[in-house]
T-cell receptor, first 110, second 118 residues
């Protein structure tokens, strides 16, 4: 079955700097890769997603890149702000199943 | 439009007691999920419904957990009897169905039900 690995588990960056979170997946049939943000004590919410027919997608300060050959995808956040502090989860979907990474705690230092 | 509604938000029970959680998905969403989330970890799927049919319950501990989705709308998740290790947040999510060939599309989560078993 699918396995999703996410790194790093914790990421601390200075406010204004960029943050990059990486995920790898094992099932070549996976074709949908969402990223969810979960603030402390709140529900996970989708921030960006990408499908396997696209290599990169941007939405303001966030972007996701996908390398199907290497089976990895990454979340990029530029010009980080205090409100970006949260846990970020990647996931991979194949055959209507969604497999989640373990999460990355992003800390924005003032 | 209301989002996914769950209740109760918090529940404290003693071990061996029963507990039930309720979820009302977004109107029109055919797919409903129950996830378990432990502190500092990602959501783990317990069961997925397509309308009223449980299409993936392979990770549901059926000796103590049960779920139902009557009329393909609201759903309940029950634990009987609860064990100490069941302490976690139980998340309900819904989606319109699939928006791609075989993918799940965006999941909309409820606020979760935090269970503490003493």
């Amino acid at each position: 079955g699918e396995n999703v690995e996410q790194h790093p588990s914790t990421l601390s960056v200075q406010e204004g700097d960029s943050a990059v979170i990486k995920c790898t997946y094992s099932d070549s049939a996976s074709n949908y890769f969402p990223w969810y943000k979960q603030e402390l004590g709140k529900r996970p919410q989708l921030i960006i997603d990408i499908r396997s027919n696209v290599g990169e997608k941007k939405d303001q300060r966030i972007a996701v890149t996908l390398n199907k050959t290497a089976k990895h995808f990454s979340l990029h956040i530029t010009e980080t702000q205090p409100e970006d502090s949260a846990v970020y989860f990647c996931a991979a979907s194949a055959n209507y199943q969604l497999i989640w990474g373990a999460g990355t705690k992003l800390i924005i230092k003032p | 439009e209301a989002g996914v509604v769950q209740s109760p938000r918090y529940k404290i029970i003693e071990k061996k007691q029963p507990v039930a959680f309720w979820c009302n998905p977004i109107s029109g969403h055919n797919t409903l999920y129950w996830y378990l989330q432990n502190l500092g970890q990602g959501p783990e799927l317990l069961i997925r419904y397509e309308n009223e049919e449980a299409v993936d319950d392979s990770q549901l501990p059926k000796d103590r957990f049960s779920a139902e989705r009557l009329k393909g709308v609201d759903s309940t998740l029950k634990i009987q009897p609860a064990e100490l290790g069941d302490s976690a947040v139980y998340l309900c999510a819904s989606s319109f169905g699939t928006s791609g060939p075989t993918d799940t599309g965006e999941l909309f989560f409820g606020e979760g039900s935090r269970l503490t078993v003493l």
